[in-house]
């Protein structure tokens, strides 16, 4: 019997922080008081430290959990907000996530619909490879003021590990169809997206291609529309899902929440992020038939197994969606994303420039916080290094390699330091214990309540800083608190 194509694992990440749409309502009024209809709910925002790498990285681990890392081979990262115009993005959540040096990784983009065409891709490509693939989309947009983005757009990410064998949902097939529809574009060097007639967008774009592109697309996978139990829809307006549900015969029962009260709309990642959604509440049998927009539609479709009974825990959009923060500093959020200049001081005045070289030879413990293990003593210290910190043993060569991100830790000491720069003061730091064995000192990330010394902590992967005389981020991992 060959092995079924699929989905092995799945997962998400959403950003603590929570920008109460209310608040930015109340400082564009003045200008577009036609915003008031889009002023309810929150929409997830990620902290200064946080983009659309950091966000995969996340979504990875958390699709990667109760999956040895070993299995895993390639990876593909698919956005339109990626940091880097010419350096590998996958490459940095590749390094992050302590994958093994012949893993390849690919970025996708250039459309809305990027992230689920990257995953139909690598459901058709999964018979002909000899490891699974993890398939990332992230999305964190740079939006105008007093726009209707501003107001629906939020960030997420999510990840899918696909490949053959036990698979938790069966792929079924897909289709697409492509076309120059110009709903909205953003010009290379821009910063914020054009956007045309939200009118037009909806009848000749999201509601007649998406009918057509369904119509054509179940006739030739062979699927029932009624047969679909959950439509995910990755598109806020309002009526538009139940409008074509209705033209192409899919139950209006089967329409998933888009997540757009509590999360906001993320792009090319909303897609995935709505099917990871989806997913941890079916049930084996249910099908499900998901959607991308985006100068043409993709449609992929989905049947449940039993296998998703046994997947191990994880966070999830649920369990992101529960750990939330709400926020009502709109300034704070436009400093945060570039969009309104504030006074940083002499203290911010640092060369922030990273030799090529010493990022090379450290890129794993940098990127991946590997640190070395002893084999001699047992003993754990980071930064690895060629001679042992073992008090009575200072052995040498005798360090083998020993991932900590992955480790629960403890607060030993910590700092709320209010003096030395920081995009969101105080910086808080410390020394952080790790189980088992090991500590480092870091930064702390997602304060938003009071640290104690004994605190349980995750370590999470976040921007460190920004050279902004070069234009170059630089990553590393942080202590925030556990889930």
Avoid at 88 to 93: A, K, M, P
Wanted: glycine residues 10%.
């Amino acid at each position: 019997m060959m092995a079924e194509t699929g989905i092995l694992s799945f997962g998400a990440y959403v950003p603590r922080k929570r920008l109460q749409r209310s608040v930015i309502y109340a400082a564009n009024s003045w200008f577009a008081p036609g915003l008031r209809g889009l002023a309810k709910g929150e929409k997830a925002i990620g902290d200064w430290d946080e983009d659309s790498i950091t966000m995969a990285v996340e979504a990875g681990r958390d699709a990667l959990t109760g999956i040895d890392r070993a299995e895993v081979g390639s990876v593909s990262l698919a956005s339109t907000t990626l940091p880097f115009a010419d350096r590998l993005n996958s490459g940095i959540v590749k390094e992050a996530l302590n994958l093994a040096e012949g893993v390849s990784a690919i970025d996708v983009g250039g459309s809305q619909r990027a992230g689920l065409s990257s995953l139909r891709q690598a459901l058709e490509a999964a018979a002909g490879r000899t490891a699974p693939h993890l398939c990332i989309a992230s999305e964190m947009r740079i939006t105008c003021p007093a726009s209707d983005l501003e107001l629906n757009a939020g960030d997420a990410a999510a990840g899918l590990l696909v490949g053959t064998g036990d698979v938790v949902a069966r792929f079924v097939g897909a289709y697409s169809t492509t076309a120059d529809f110009v709903d909205h574009y953003r010009s290379a060097g821009q910063k914020y997206d054009y956007v045309f007639e939200s009118r037009w967008i909806k009848e000749e774009g999201h509601v007649a291609l998406s009918v057509q592109t369904i119509k054509d697309g179940l006739e030739k996978i062979g699927v029932a529309p009624a047969s679909i139990d959950r439509f995910v829809f990755p598109i806020s307006s309002k009526g538009v899902a139940a409008t074509i549900a209705k033209k192409t015969g899919i139950n209006p029962d089967a329409i998933a929440d888009t997540l757009i009260a509590q999360l906001g709309e993320a792009g090319s990642a909303h897609s995935l992020v709505m099917l990871v959604a989806a997913l941890e509440t079916a049930k084996p049998g249910e099908k499900i038939l998901v959607l991308g927009f985006g100068q043409g539609v993709d449609i992929v479709v989905f049947e449940v197994t039993e296998a998703i009974t046994r997947l191990a825990p994880r966070r999830g959009v649920a369990g992101s969606l529960a750990r939330r923060f709400a926020d009502s500093n709109y300034t704070r959020w436009l400093f945060h994303r570039g969009l309104v200049d504030m006074e940083k001081g002499i203290r911010a005045e640092l060369d922030q420039k990273q030799p090529a070289t010493t990022a090379w030879r450290h890129h794993k413990g940098v990127l991946g916080l590997v640190a070395g293990k002893c084999s001699k003593t047992g003993m754990i210290q980071f930064p690895k290094s060629d001679i042992s910190v073992a008090p009575n043993d200072r052995s040498q060569g005798t360090q083998e390699d020993y991932p900590l991100a992955e480790i629960p830790a403890k607060v030993m000491t910590f700092t709320a330091d209010s003096l030395t720069y920081s995009p969101s003061p105080p910086n808080y730091y410390g020394m952080v214990d790790f189980e088992g064995g090991g500590r480092i000192i870091a930064e702390f990330a997602d304060i938003f309540e009071e640290v104690e010394v004994g605190a349980h902590m995750q370590m999470v992967f976040r921007i460190k800083a920004v050279d902004d005389v070069r234009d170059f981020v630089k990553y590393f991992w942080k202590a925030a608190p556990a889930a």
